[in-house]
Nanobody, 115 residues
Framework: QVQLVESGGGLVQPGGSLRLSCAAS????????MGWYRQAPGKQRELVAR???????NYADSVKGRFTISRDNAKNTVYLQMDSLKPEDTAVYYC?????????WGQGTQVTVSS
């Protein structure tokens, strides 16, 4: 198993940037894939970005070109760089680890984009 702790959320104006961090309790280099999901009020949780152990990435269409996911295996941390933020990016962002046999989730961090 693995425990995940997100940080970096907050209030930002439209057009601004935030970087979310997800610190894992164990080495992540062997974890099949890690990702960021988000859930806005009244909506289902959706995939934002995902990165595999081989470094392959995929993104939701709504964030392509604005968000970048990366992983630092030495620090056991996954990042989500969010640029050109829009009000519709407002949500609770969750870190996810796909261990093949099980899925682990963090507790979430709130991101609010508002003027």
């Amino acid at each position: 198993q693995v425990q995940l702790v997100e940080s970096g959320g907050g209030l930002v104006q439209p057009g601004g940037s935030l970087r979310l961090s997800c610190a894992a309790s164990r080495r992540i280099f062997s974890i099949y894939a890690m990702g960021w999901y988000r859930q806005a009020p009244g909506k289902q949780r959706e995939l934002v970005a995902r990165i595999t152990s081989g470094g392959n990435t995929n993104y939701a269409d709504s964030v392509k070109g604005r968000f970048t996911i990366s992983r630092d295996n030495a620090k056991n941390t996954v990042y989500l760089q969010m640029d050109s933020l829009k009000p519709e990016d407002t949500a609770v962002y969750y870190c996810n680890a796909d261990l093949r046999s099980t899925i682990a989730w963090g507790q979430g961090t709130q991101v609010t984009v508002s003027s």
